[in-house]
């Protein structure tokens, strides 16, 4: 039976003739790396600090607060896009 999956599907004959809770458990641990990897790509979030308003966040470097940070408030995200204090530059 090696031999036939090998034969026919070459390194991917390992695949046909591995029990099924090898190929479980190989499916998860490289959906977890897959997923670490991706969580890595993103900016981290900032540590909370609270701001009176946005002058107060610009000051102390938090520009551009996204929604998924814990120092974001609606009341700082004038347009409502999810991102509170972000760069004004006229117009």
Do not use: H
Not at 6 to 21: R, V, Y
Not at 26 to 47: C, H, N, W, Y
């Amino acid at each position: 039976m090696v031999a036939l999956g090998l034969a026919i599907g070459g390194a991917g004959g390992w695949w046909l003739t591995t029990p099924d809770t090898q190929r479980e458990d190989m499916a998860f641990r490289v959906s977890a790396q897959v997923s670490e990897t991706i969580a890595d790509l993103g900016p981290k979030p900032r540590p909370y600090r609270y701001f009176s308003g946005c002058n107060d966040a610009r000051a102390a470097g938090y520009e551009s607060i996204r929604i998924d940070e814990p120092s974001y408030r609606p009341e700082m995200d004038g347009d409502g896009d999810g991102v509170a204090c972000e760069p004004y530059y006229g117009g």
